[in-house]
């Protein structure tokens, strides 16, 4: 079984540019996680979908973050414009659906590294 | 507000000896407690987990316990092998919150030959 997928695995770019990060969760997954991970912390949630609706964005900073998994797989995460403290790994995971226990796990991708400079 | 907190940023054993992770949480609305395992470069990999109802759940090398009235969990890793060497975060999680996980700062462990 294929796991999370997630490009680009390293990107730099300056404060004030923008970047975008795309995720493939596991086939048949209803339920998509975007994680923030700077360094020396645990992950953050950043936002939640069920299918193609989101269940939870109340942690991500919405003037410079965006994200969308319009046709309810794949899914996108935007930054506009980035600043230098966004420089952290972007963990996209995935589960079969909402809620854990009863054999629902999350699954993790490898992440993305973004560093502002 | 760090609700979960693992307050051993590193943990060094023996290879064969016990390792005894530790996590700490604050909110008692938690429900669903998890363990995961970070190499570095990758992703996050699951461990284990244990439901609130629970004290004690067992995978193989892997035992975590539950004490609610502390709101203190553990992980031990018996024997411990030079592969373990990792870094392990503990989760938590709310049924209000769907599957939402409220992770910690992570522990460093170094398993030595």
């Known amino acids: 079984e294929a796991g999370v997928a997630q490009s680009p695995r390293y990107k730099i770019i300056e404060k004030r540019q923008s970047v975008a990060f795309w995720c493939n969760p596991i086939?048949?997954?209803?339920?998509l996680y975007w994680y923030q991970q700077i360094l020396g912390q645990g992950p953050k949630l950043l936002i939640q979908f069920q299918n193609n609706g989101v269940v939870d964005d109340s942690q991500l900073p919405k003037d410079r973050f965006s994200a969308e998994r319009l046709k309810g797989v794949d899914s996108t995460l935007k930054i506009q414009p980035a600043k230098l403290e966004d420089s952290a790994v972007y963990l996209c995971?995935?589960?079969?659906?909402w809620g854990l226990g009863s054999g629902n796990t999350i699954y993790f991708g490898e992440g993305s590294w973004l560093t502002v400079v | 507000d760090q609700q979960v907190k693992q307050n051993s940023p590193s943990l060094s054993v023996q290879e064969g000896r016990i390792s005894i992770l530790n996590c700490d949480y604050t909110?008692?609305?938690?429900?669903?407690f998890l363990w995961y395992k970070k190499y570095p470069a990758e992703g996050p990999t699951f461990l284990i987990s244990?439901?609130?109802?629970?004290d004690k759940n067992e995978d193989g090398r892997f035992t975590v316990f539950l004490n609610k009235s502390a709101k203190h969990l553990s992980l031990h890793i018996v024997p411990s092998q030079p592969g373990d060497s990792a870094v392990y975060f503990c989760a938590a999680s709310e049924e209000t919150s769907g599957s939402r996980l409220t992770f910690g700062e992570g522990t460093q462990l170094t398993v030595n030959p």
């Open positions: 995971a995935s589960s079969w659906t």
């Open positions: 086939s048949g997954h209803a339920t």
């Open positions: 244990i439901s609130s109802i629970k």
């Open positions: 909110n008692s609305m938690f429900d669903y």
